[in-house]
């Protein structure tokens, strides 16, 4: 279910483009949301609180005189970053609480997504996991500098340092993604092939095709959230993962699989009396899965009815 935050920022961005009436800020914000969104999502790799985020900066940008703006984008994306920063903080709170491993919330993307390689990687579950691993301030650094090609004054300014800092932080940042992001861009024609493996296992019961492409420390993380059932910390190491796929495709109905594009990327999803239960996403390193995310938690899943925009 979309959240109440979320349904108030559409509902505005609908009267302003349906009714025909001249709103200058309305506007504005509307023209942007889908970047404004994507910044939110990246810096927080939750979709509910990124809306939530939106609806923030929209009653923060109605009061502004915008006669006193210079650069607009520039603005409505330091409002956003600053308040995806609170949100970020206590989001890591509630993280400390959760039951198994938190995996980001996973979106139902449209094709033009993944024709942004930049985009695409940014927001893949591997990526937004390796994001997790970031203080807040250098991942807000990070995303608005390699993502997004803010220059460092704009986001002094959204992170509140000096731009000297923050080329410090940035470096940091990046330092930090490139020890543990995936190796090189993996086509979209390799993770599909490593789905189609999943999905034969799926279908026949011979995971050996499956098996042949599990790197040796293949990690496997299940998201449930305490809702539903899922491993309750990672699995790690082609012998274990190995059994544990071999166990739960004994029980799963090949059928109800499908192929999907989750953020950015080839997905596959599961769903059951018609329901989304389970999505899984994939990383690969040199030909190899190197990891499995399967986010279970419904909360998680409202964002897989309906393609989310995103935009840089």
Same mark, same amino acid.
């Given at each position: ?13 609908? =009267? ?16 942007? =949301? ?20 939106? @609806? ?21 994306? =330091?409002?956003?970053?600053? @308040? ?83 080329? @410090? ?59 539903? @059932? ?83």
């Amino acid at each position: 279910m979309k959240s109440e935050c979320s349904g108030r920022t559409e509902d505005t961005a609908g =009267r302003a483009a349906g009714s025909g009436r001249t709103d200058p800020a309305t506007e504005v914000f509307v023209a942007h =949301r889908n970047l404004l969104f994507t910044v939110a999502y990246e810096m927080l790799g939750s979709a509910a609180d990124a809306e939530d985020v939106l @609806q923030e900066t929209w009653l923060r940008w109605a009061g502004v005189d915008l006669g006193t703006v210079r650069n607009r984008r520039a603005y409505l994306v =330091r409002i956003t970053t600053r @308040q995806a920063l609170t949100r970020l903080r206590t989001l890591g709170r509630r993280k400390e609480s959760y039951v198994g491993p938190w995996l980001p919330e996973p979106l139902l993307t449209a094709p033009d997504v993944a024709e942004d390689v930049e985009l695409a990687d940014s927001v893949s579950m591997a990526m937004m996991l390796v994001l997790e691993t970031l203080a807040p301030t250098e991942r807000a650094v990070f995303v608005l500098r390699e993502v997004f090609d803010l220059g460092y004054d704009e986001i002094a300014e959204a992170v509140d340092k000096s731009p000297a800092a923050v080329r @410090q932080i940035a470096h940091r940042a990046r330092s930090h993604v490139a020890a543990r992001r995936p190796r090189g861009v993996v086509s979209p024609a390799v993770t599909r092939d490593a789905l189609d493996a999943f999905h034969r296992a799926a279908g026949t019961g011979d995971l050996q095709g499956l098996l042949d492409i599990l790197a040796p420390d293949v990690v496997f993380m299940g998201d449930g959230g305490g809702i539903k @059932q899922a491993v309750l910390r990672p699995v790690v190491g082609a012998d274990k993962v190995g059994r544990l796929l071999a166990a739960g495709l004994g029980r799963m109905d090949a059928s109800s699989l499908r192929p999907v594009e989750v953020n950015g990327h080839p997905a596959l999803v599961l769903r059951i009396d018609g329901e989304v239960d389970t999505v899984v996403a994939m990383r690969l390193d040199d030909g190899l899965i190197t990891g499995f995310y399967a986010v279970r938690n419904p909360e998680k899943l409202s964002h897989m009815q309906r393609e989310t925009a995103l935009r840089r």
